[in-house]
């Protein structure tokens, strides 16, 4: 398996433009995350899917922050518009079904760096 | 008060050492706790889990968790520079059981 796949992997745009980001999760993968990451804040969960269904989107931000789950092998994740505070890397990650040891475990995607100018 | 709270560190062990790491949470029913590992630029990988007190070896890593005091920590023993890297504690709460919290991470 190929693991998670996203894309880009660097993107670097201006104020007020529209950034969005891509995500294959592992194949039979029931659940995908979206976090993302900078030094002040750490890994902060944005949302989570189950079955392509959003559960809890508490963490996003704000209305410019929108994710979508088309099907269960691939997700966006839309800035709508950008601005230089969402400069960070965003990483998905996704995790199977299972129960006991295995439950829960998250592999990661390498991430998207995103720059907003 | 943060869900889930490390040392940001940097902490510096010399090689051979035991680096230890700690964590503590905020949420008395957490039931389920990571530790991950993050190399500059790199995503997360998972090292180790641990869900009952106590503690848990692998390798020449060991979890050890303590429920009544809410810390959860990390032995490296014989420390080598390749474990130079963000190691990041998560916690999943009772009640949202999908929802890993991660804390900011202790550099070592």
């Known amino acids: 398996d190929a693991g998670v796949i996203q894309s880009p992997r660097h993107e670097v745009t201006e104020m007020g433009q529209e950034v969005t980001l891509r995500c294959k999760p592992i194949?039979?993968?029931?659940?995908l995350f979206w976090y993302r990451q900078t030094m002040m804040r750490g890994l902060e969960l944005l949302i989570y899917f189950n079955n392509n269904v959003p559960i809890d989107d508490s963490g996003m931000p704000e209305d410019r922050f929108s994710a979508k789950m088309p099907n269960a092998s691939f997700s966006t994740l839309k800035i709508q518009p950008s601005e230089p505070r969402d400069s960070a890397v965003y990483f998905c990650a996704s995790r199977g079904e299972g129960a006991g040891a295995g439950a829960n475990v998250l592999t990661f995607g390498a991430g998207s760096r995103l720059t907003v100018l | 008060q943060k869900e889930v709270e490390q040392n940001s560190g940097p902490l510096s062990v010399p090689e051979g050492a035991i680096a230890s790491l700690n964590c503590t949470y905020s949420?008395?029913?957490?039931?389920?706790f990571f530790w991950y590992r993050q190399y500059s630029g790199k995503s997360p990988e998972l090292i180790m889990s641990i869900y009952s007190n106590g503690d848990k070896e692998d390798g020449r890593f060991t979890a050890q968790l303590n429920k009544a005091s809410q810390y959860v920590s990390l032995l490296i023993r014989d420390s080598q520079p390749s474990d130079s890297a963000t190691y990041l504690c998560a916690v999943i709460n009772t009640g949202t059981a999908s929802k890993l919290t991660f804390g900011t991470g202790t550099r070592l």
């Open positions: 949420d008395r029913v957490s039931q389920s």
């Open positions: 194949s039979g993968h029931d659940y």
